[in-house]
């Protein structure tokens, strides 16, 4: 997969804010602090390997916004970690958040290797070195900056961070709350590992469940039936979709960068992907046809396309040969700016993944509350809540002088365990988002689902400027 050079996601990501600022009636000044980038941490660390060579290793933290503390944005492990492409990855955490209404401002992290060439041991001292470096420099901590899994990066790597981080700061109480996304035992959250794919879900069924935008694209309102594609199947694709294949969708295509699986009968997603983790790929899988172009299926029929891969994908290229009536950005930046352009003229419907895949952010927001609280969500009410309910059905019981089954009474009763609460405030925010994202686009007559996004950040995060007096 050749990365262009001349591609810059930052560059793209001020094109759509631009675009969006020409809706609002920000100072200039203003708009040009918004968008740049407030701090840049660019550093070269050793790795001695196990023969006694030497690599020197470049790692990042870009801090894009301070307008709420801390920042927050994922780490990512990738050959095509470079400046322009963290900046634009931590710009995009700024607006994301400022679109959901989590108080955090953007950051991402990165170190340009590729994880697949390193062992597990080369991989702790890699990520316990990096996070080092950014003790170092203030460039992480529950206040300040709050990194998470991103690609190539997961729980396994945030245990070695928060280890890391507590070695160095024992004395702080909310130390827990310095990284989210780790493992359940080391006070992660139930939910975060699934979370970007089960908001990727919400959002697509809350835009497909709107008629009017349904019939406008010559679509049936609704899941049930939907062909879909799915570029990449790691950790944001897999959940995708499942959650949409168990909802009624049928996943048609999956494509991969070396080789994607082709059915119309549909694909079981957890068949594949075991096959996939066996085998390093789909070649040889007894089911569907086998596509040696990955990234030609994009442009195959199909309802709703989600690329949940990498930046990049849908370019000028390629833009006019899609065929999906909805593109659903999973992954972060894979419809280019000019690409957008194309395909809003040819009436496509793009949901932007700032709003897309911003399920992450926001159970990572719900792990570092649960850490600073020190305590797990449901723990203190279940039980009362529970006592209430059975109560409130003998009322009604002694009431009525009829019972209640015993799956009703189940069901009535159970109180919210922690899954439950965090899979309630996701849906409530991807919801909502939804909602005064696609109101804002109808109210100022705009094709564009990502400009409506962005003008809602803009504004939200504008205000924070200029309540502080910093700007008129
Ligand atoms: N890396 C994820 C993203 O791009 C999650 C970030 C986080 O949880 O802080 O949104």
């Not at 200039?28 to 740049?36: A, N, T, Y």
Request: hydrophobic share 35%; glycine share 10%; aromatic share 8%.
């Amino acid at each position: 997969m050749a990365k262009k050079t001349n591609y810059s996601l930052f560059d793209d990501v001020c094109a759509f804010v631009d675009d969006a600022a020409k809706h609002l009636d920000l100072h200039p000044g203003l708009l040009d602090q918004i968008k740049q980038c407030n701090s840049i941490y660019k550093f070269n660390f050793p790795l001695r390997n196990d023969d006694g060579t030497y690599e020197t290793l470049t790692g990042y933290r870009i801090q894009h916004s301070h307008h709420k503390l801390p920042v927050k944005g994922g780490i990512r492990y990738s050959e095509h970690v470079d400046e322009e492409e963290v900046k634009g990855l931590a710009a995009l955490m700024t607006y994301k958040c400022a679109l959901v209404n989590i108080p955090f401002g953007g950051a991402k992290g990165g170190i340009s290797i590729d994880p697949t060439k390193y062992n597990i041991n080369q991989l702790e001292r890699i990520t316990r070195r990096y996070t080092a470096e950014l003790i170092k420099k203030k460039f992480i901590g529950p206040a300040i900056d709050v990194p998470a899994p991103d690609y190539g990066t997961g729980a396994r790597e945030m245990a070695w961070i928060v280890d890391t981080f507590e070695a160095f700061s024992p004395e702080l109480i909310n130390a827990k709350g310095c990284v989210t996304g780790k493992p359940l035992s080391q006070h992660g959250i139930d939910g975060r590992t699934e979370a970007t794919g089960q908001g990727v879900f919400y959002g697509i069924r809350e835009a497909v469940n709107v008629d009017e935008d349904m019939k406008s694209l010559g679509l049936t309102k609704g899941l049930r039936g939907k062909k879909v594609i799915v570029q990449g199947l790691g950790n944001v694709g897999y959940y995708s979709a499942k959650y949409l294949s168990e909802a009624g969708a049928k996943i048609i295509g999956v494509a991969e960068w070396n080789g994607g699986i082709w059915d119309e009968a549909g694909i079981h997603i957890e068949d594949l992907k075991n096959y996939q983790l066996k085998n390093k790929g789909y070649k040889g899988y007894p089911r569907g046809e086998f596509i040696k172009n990955g990234k030609e299926m994009l442009t195959y029929e199909c309802d709703i396309l989600i690329p949940a891969a990498l930046e990049n994908q849908i370019t000028i290229e390629n833009a006019a040969l899609i065929k999906a009536k909805i593109i659903g950005e999973a992954a972060n930046g894979p419809v280019t700016e000019e690409a957008e352009k194309i395909l809003l003229d040819k009436g496509v419907m793009i949901i932007p993944d700032m709003y897309l895949n911003a399920g992450g952010v926001t159970v990572s927001y719900f792990e570092w509350l649960k850490n600073l609280s020190r305590v797990s969500f449901g723990k203190l009410e279940k039980r009362y809540d529970m006592e209430k309910y059975r109560k409130l059905m003998s009322t009604i019981e002694n009431a009525t002088g009829e019972e209640f089954t015993e799956e009703e009474r189940d069901a009535l009763i159970k109180g919210a365990s922690e899954r439950d609460l965090v899979l309630s405030g996701l849906e409530e925010t991807m919801v909502t988002a939804y909602q005064d994202m696609n109101r804002i686009r109808k109210e100022k007559g705009i094709e564009s689902l990502r400009t409506a996004g962005f003008i809602l950040a803009l504004e939200r995060i504008a205000v924070s400027y200029m309540d502080l007096g910093i700007f008129p």
